[in-house]
């Protein structure tokens, strides 16, 4: 399996900041990398796919980059919103693995 | 709109088996461009990816439960379903539902809100 790790695990970060979450494969999955956003007591929600492209209705201040083992998320303004918990997932083969998760917390 | 709803017993006991299902509406799960995913999650913890099954029935397991999970589909009543033999505490969890993508195979656009399982006596 692909083992998935994320950094930092938690961060706090005032509105309007540009935070950096990183995600890292255990192996090369090329581009095939995706990343989800779960507030408490819902189900995730895709962001971004296939490492950097946006999902329909995702707003454009979520973006990710990456290839090979070495991912990140950028959200370049943060809004009160997008606090929450963020996982990156990868789909290159079955079984499909996530990391362990980043909790963005706001000022 | 798609739309996914798990629906089965919060609480199961040790030794027995877990059944859920997942009804899709706004959508059909006979669609050759999708599969049907199942997803849980522990309190306070990640997500675990179960396994997945196509409308041709087609299926794939995580090798880490395999020998107790069995993915169905029922396409006239646009469901399908998980069956989780021989539970133990480690199964507690709320479960998801979720939808493939059509346009990349592993990514899952559309979840149902979940559905807590205890597995208790």
């Known amino acids: 399996d692909i083992q998935m790790t994320q950094s930092p695990s938690s961060l706090s970060a005032s509105v309007g900041d540009r935070v950096t979450i990183t995600c890292r494969a255990s192996?090369?999955?090329?581009?095939?990398l995706n990343w989800y956003q779960q507030k408490p007591g819902k189900a995730p929600k895709l962001l971004i796919h296939?490492?950097?492209s946006l999902q329909t209705g995702v707003p454009s201040r979520f973006s990710g980059s990456g290839s090979g083992t070495d991912f990140t998320l950028t959200i370049s303004i943060l809004q009160s919103e997008d606090c929450g918990t963020y996982y990156c997932?990868?789909?290159?083969?079955?079984?499909?693995?996530f990391g362990p998760g980043t909790k963005v917390h706001i000022k | 709109q798609v739309q996914l709803q798990e629906s089965g017993p919060g609480l199961v006991k040790p030794s027995e088996t877990l059944s859920l299902t997942c009804t899709v509406s706004?959508?059909?799960?006979?669609?050759?461009?999708?599969?049907w995913t199942w997803f849980r999650q522990p309190a306070g913890k990640g997500l675990e990816w179960i396994g997945r099954?196509?409308?041709?029935?087609?299926?794939n397991y995580n090798p880490s439960l395999k020998s107790r999970v069995t993915i169905s589909v029922d396409t006239p009543k646009n469901q399908f379903s998980l069956r989780l033999t021989s539970v133990t505490a480690a199964d507690t969890a709320v479960y998801y539902c979720?939808?493939?993508?059509?346009?990349?195979?592993?990514?899952?656009?559309?979840w149902g809100q979940g559905t807590q399982v205890t597995v208790s006596s």
């Open positions: 979720a939808r493939g993508t059509d346009y990349v195979s592993g990514v899952f656009d559309y």
């Open positions: 296939s490492a950097s």
């Open positions: 099954i196509s409308a041709t029935g087609s299926t």
């Open positions: 706004g959508g059909s799960i006979r669609s050759d461009a999708n599969d």
């Open positions: 192996q090369g999955i090329s581009t095939f």
């Open positions: 997932q990868a789909s290159l083969s079955v079984p499909f693995t």
